[in-house]
């Protein structure tokens, strides 16, 4: 019989073979994509953006001036962690050349301006890597009195535009032998106000800069002694933000545009009926060519800004998964004082929201599914809809500002589209439904620069 540590052994060298071969397919489709465009290798070396003039001369002790990653740690917790994760990485290599990290300890120019060293590091990097761990948010709590490096580091990063790739790191209990995951709620109680380092651009707030930084999308580290476990989705990513042929988005699976965008509740039965929707029709299309959020959206990019909004506008077909589970989020809130109040920031409200705007505009097509619930021998069809309970005020979003229609109406709306009843036993008795609709919607290429006109417009509006 195996013993527990060859069966981890080989359970890992599994896994690193699976990310191997995915990364491997990758890089081979961008090898295609660079043939295609008759690039030549000169300017494959160039593939980093333009940096200002007062970096172009700059480079790190080790003699290197653009760094692939920036590895930003605390060093008094996570230092070992950044260690690790460098050395994993800097085994790895892109275009044929070694993977570059930017390390403190490695890196740093002895004797030189540190201020000018620090922002150079992070400027001429390609993917700033943040260790977020519980120790690294301690110092936060005191940064509107207290200067923080690594808070600093972060807010030069998402000012430059510099994809950032949070590490979600656990907590390990030596004595136990046991990891405690990351608490994603721990930014709640950070200081609503500037950080008072005096490089510092004070565009945001200590809170809102982490909540920036908690909407990139990133990766759990949950054996911290285990640096396989990340290192192919930051070799992902790098291929992505690095790789100069791709001018338009692209999603995780290197797909431009999709026949299909699936907007689901991430719970139980919807989640599990639009994956199961979403393997159903690519079995009839063939090929990546269905957005399903949990493995379309980018690691290292804005959820919000560059995720969903982007798959959504480069799609035909917008599928609406409406379930009781779906619009429990949207019912009516009171305040103390007895007054309805707006509800807020409800993310799969704004699909839907973006989604009908377009509709409405003849940009997009939209299919909406009412899913009923099964119950054993029991099967009530989800087929009608009330006001009652249901809020009597706009939804209000802080990035995008739909409209002023209510929550009510504008769920009642969504009802008198054409769609179909389902329940999640007979959801693949759709795909002929939605092929049909598919075929008669607008092709990309006639409709996709007027949706960007579109999103532009609106972003404006919300400044």
Not at 268 to 273: E, N, S, Y
Not at 315 to 320: A, E
């Amino acid at each position: 019989m195996e013993t527990t540590n060859e069966s981890k052994q080989n359970g890992t060298r599994q896994t690193k073979e699976v990310e191997i071969s995915q990364l491997q397919a990758e890089i081979n489709s961008i090898k295609s994509l660079v043939q295609d465009l008759n690039l030549n290798s000169s300017q494959l070396k160039n593939f980093y953006a333009p940096v200002s003039l007062e970096l172009k001369n700059w480079l790190c002790r080790r003699g290197i001036h653009h760094h692939d990653f920036h590895i930003s740690y605390r060093m008094s917790s996570d230092k070992p962690s950044a260690e690790r994760l460098t050395n994993a990485l800097e085994l790895e290599s892109i275009y044929g050349r070694p993977i570059h990290c930017f390390l403190q300890d490695k890196c740093m120019n002895a004797g030189s301006d540190w201020d000018y060293d620090f922002q150079a590091s992070v400027r001429s990097a390609r993917v700033c890597v943040v260790l977020v761990s519980e120790p690294m948010l301690e110092k936060m709590f005191l940064a509107a009195q207290v200067p923080d490096n690594v808070l600093l580091e972060i807010e030069l990063a998402l000012l430059n535009n510099i994809s950032v790739f949070p590490l979600f790191m656990a907590t390990e209990n030596p004595q136990e032998g046991i990891y405690k995951r990351f608490n994603m709620e721990s930014i709640n109680n950070l200081p609503d106000n500037f950080h008072c380092h005096e490089m510092s651009p004070k565009n945001f707030t200590v809170k809102k800069v982490m909540t920036k930084l908690f909407k990139q999308v990133g990766k759990e580290w949950i054996d911290l002694h285990n640096s396989e476990s990340v290192t192919g989705e930051l070799m992902r990513t790098l291929i992505r933000v690095a790789t100069p042929v791709i001018s338009l988005w692209r999603c995780r699976l290197n797909t431009e545009f999709h026949e299909f965008f699936i907007s689901y509740r991430a719970d139980g039965t919807d989640t599990v009926a639009a994956r199961y929707l979403a393997l159903s029709l690519e079995s009839e299309l063939g090929g990546h060519r269905v957005f399903l959020d949990r493995r379309c959206i980018n690691t290292g990019e804005n959820w919000l800004d560059d995720g969903f909004v982007q798959g959504l506008i480069s799609t035909r077909v917008v599928i609406l998964f409406i379930s009781d589970s779906a619009l429990k989020g949207m019912k009516k809130k009171i305040s103390g004082t007895g007054q309805e109040i707006s509800i807020k920031n409800n993310n799969l409200l704004l699909e839907w929201q973006i989604a009908y705007a377009l509709h409405k505009q003849g940009l997009i097509s939209v299919f909406p599914i009412f899913l009923g619930v099964e119950n054993g021998v029991t099967m009530d069809r989800f087929d009608s809809f009330s006001c009652d309970g249901f809020s009597n005020v706009p939804h209000h979003h802080d990035r995008f500002p739909i409209g002023d229609q209510n929550v009510c109406d504008f769920i009642a709306d969504l009802f008198r589209l054409d769609g179909r009843h389902s329940f999640l036993s007979t959801i693949d008795e759709l795909v002929p439904s939605l092929m049909y609709t598919m075929n008669r919607s607008k092709l990309w290429k006639d409709v996709h620069a007027s949706r960007i006109d579109w999103l532009q417009a609106v972003k404006s509006d919300s400044k």
